[in-house]
């Protein structure tokens, strides 16, 4: 694999129309003609720039049904999803229905390890037993076809709610919200589950305001106070942040800046050593979302919702302790994970006399954790720039979690492996990045060579090259606070706007292992003035990686950060890659 350093084009002439607004820099109009914003407007990330949900499919008949739930106090379970997104779904979803003044609704989580995911036949059994009258499901259920059939045999209604691309036969729930349904007018086609609830229950609030349903008694709550939990779901889900996304998240982290987030979400920032007054995309994404992930990657997600819903701050706060402690332990399985993982591909490189990883890589270890395995196919699509699928032993065979590089439709690509193999993936789905699979152990074999046949013919060479792009230098002046807090301003950043990156080559002045894997490192940047001062750079998973055994002088790809420390605020970069430059090029 060769990694290239490419720096992001753009159209002149939305640089030149961003310009025209003299409150964005120069800096700030490259960057974002770079990401295709054509008009200062498109900065306008007010909750009335939020796409209208009218054009949603299937939301009349959703809302008609749960006004009847709310005014007659039916039994409503929310089914739910093992991760961030779905949790904070769950959490969404009673919080607003209980403020609607609805008190008979409660939630099902299928744990991951012996339920599967989403609306099986056994979840809507137990519904029905629990008493249900409707069953809401949230994250989850565009493919849930027995689950549905199973729960409208037994007489409930079904409301289906997701984000997730549909399946050639969709389930016969009495109403499907789903932005990516074949013919949906909805505009923001990247919602994560959290938001399609979210639309859902704002538009029933406007259902019961019109029925006059709210009163002194029962007053009408607003919606944009659960919108932290909107924010958190998306980030976490790594939903491309397009414009509607942008405004949820940014309305979001705005509720959190000023200290009126869920006492869950505020503790689970703490326990995570991040300020809430300073909360960032990333911060969701890298602090909070892992530690709410952890509860169902090793247990029961069960845990990660409580805390959500909590409203005492205490409880909250022993429940982030807890969640905190699953995910260290969660970070220990993944690390040794991630060494056996290595050491069978060096095993495989030497048994082939080839140091070029193939196309496509599948792995096996009948040690490994059911719940880490998407972690430890991310780590290796990253570390490699390949299509990976990991699998772990389940009761009822493998469970596979797959990531894909950038150019490869990872859920296209299992669909035509399972048409020319007609019965070997008995169950699949996903994304274009990310999916996962079940398969009999038997078949393990046979799925990885039809697998690698089906990425080889897939991609070209130049696929597997991986292209880092970058917004190009920085100026030795511009490398300065003042210019990472403008970068920042311009956020939030994430999948689809991603954060600014540029490349510089530098002269290592100093470098000191920190934590055990990373790089702590001085730099200055190359030609420098001669007054200039160092720059503080730390460089994560530095080791494994191989950058301490680069040279003195480097190219680097970086990210200008605020670094906190001690009361003060200091310019720190954040090395994406690194690598040593030629005689030549010094």
């Given amino acids: 694999m060769i990694r290239r350093i490419r720096r992001r084009s753009f159209l002149e002439d939305h640089r030149q129309t961003l310009l025209a607004d003299k409150a964005i820099s120069p800096l700030a109009a490259r960057i974002l003609a770079g990401r295709g914003v054509d008009d200062p407007a498109a900065l306008d990330l007010g909750l009335k720039m939020l796409c209208p949900a009218a054009a949603l499919s299937g939301l009349e008949r959703a809302v008609a049904l749960l006004r009847t739930a709310v005014e007659q106090d039916r039994r409503i379970v929310v089914v739910g999803d093992f991760d961030a997104d779905g949790a904070t779904s769950c959490a969404l979803t009673l919080l607003a229905l209980r403020a609607m003044g609805h008190r008979s609704a409660r939630y099902i989580v299928p744990n991951r390890f012996s339920g599967g995911y989403g609306l099986s036949p056994s979840i809507a059994e137990h519904a029905h037993a629990e008493g249900a009258d409707l069953l809401l499901t949230v994250d989850n259920g565009v493919s849930s076809v027995d689950g549905v059939a199973r729960a409208k045999a037994l007489g409930l209604s079904v409301i289906v709610t997701d984000h997730h691309l549909p399946p050639r036969q969709l389930p016969d729930a009495d109403a499907i919200i789903n932005p990516?349904?074949?013919?949906?007018?909805?505009?923001?086609?990247?919602?994560?589950?959290?938001?399609?609830?979210?639309?859902?229950?704002?538009?029933?609030?406007?259902?019961?305001?019109?029925?006059?349903?709210?009163?002194?008694?029962?007053?009408?709550?607003?919606?944009?106070?659960?919108?932290?939990?909107?924010?958190?779901?998306?980030?976490?889900?790594?939903?491309?942040?397009?414009?509607?996304?942008?405004?949820?998240?940014?309305?979001?982290?705005?509720?959190?800046r000023a200290g009126r987030a869920r006492p869950g979400l505020l503790a689970l920032l703490e326990v995570a050593g991040r300020t809430a007054s300073r909360a960032t995309a990333s911060d969701l994404g890298f602090a909070v979302g892992p530690r709410l992930n952890a509860a169902g990657r090793l247990e029961d997600m069960a845990i990660g919702i409580e805390c959500l819903l909590a409203d005492d701050v205490g409880q909250a706060a022993t429940m982030a302790a807890e969640l905190d402690g699953l995910n260290r332990q969660r970070r220990s399985i993944e690390q040794n994970m991630e060494s056996e993982a290595l050491a069978a591909l060096e095993k495989l490189e030497t048994a082939q006399g080839d140091a070029t990883p193939p196309a496509a890589l599948c792995l096996f270890d009948p040690t490994w954790h059911q719940g880490v395995i998407g972690i430890l196919a991310s780590r290796l699509r990253e570390r490699f720039h390949r299509p990976v699928v990991a699998f772990a032993q389940a009761d009822d065979g493998l469970k596979g979690s797959a990531r894909s590089i950038p150019g490869l439709h990872i859920r296209d690509l299992l669909e035509r492996v399972s048409a020319e193999n007609p019965g070997l993936i008995p169950k699949f789905g996903g994304h274009a990045a990310a999916a996962g699979l079940s398969l009999a152990a038997a078949d393990l074999h046979r799925f990885q060579q039809a697998f690698l046949r089906a990425a080889e013919d897939s991609l070209d060479q130049d696929m597997l090259n991986q292209d880092l792009l970058t917004d190009g230098p920085l100026a030795p002046d511009e490398l300065c606070l003042d210019t990472a807090q403008s970068l920042q301003a311009l956020g939030p950043w994430g999948k689809g706007f991603p954060e600014p990156s540029f490349d510089g080559r530098f002269e290592i002045l100093q470098r000191r292992v920190v934590g055990g894997r990373h790089l702590k490192l001085d730099l200055r940047p190359s030609p420098c003035p001669e007054d200039g001062a160092p720059v503080e750079a730390i460089a994560f998973r530095a080791l494994d990686r191989g950058w301490d055994r680069c040279g003195r002088h480097v190219q680097l790809v970086y990210r200008p950060e605020v670094n906190y420390w001690q009361g003060r605020r200091r310019l720190q970069l954040i090395v994406e890659h690194m690598q040593t430059l030629n005689v030549s090029e010094e």
């Avoid at 979210?198 to 029933?204: G, I, K, M, P, Q």
């Avoid at 607003?222 to 998240?249: E, F, H, K, Q, Y």
């Fill in 180 to 256: 990516n349904l074949v013919g949906d007018g909805f505009p923001s086609k990247n919602l994560a589950g959290v938001g399609v609830i979210f639309y859902v229950l704002a538009a029933l609030r406007g259902a019961l305001r019109e029925a006059d349903w709210f009163c002194a008694g029962r007053p009408q709550p607003s919606m944009a106070d659960w919108l932290d939990l909107v924010a958190l779901g998306t980030v976490a889900d790594v939903v491309p942040l397009d414009r509607n996304n942008r405004v949820l998240v940014e309305q979001g982290l705005r509720r959190i």
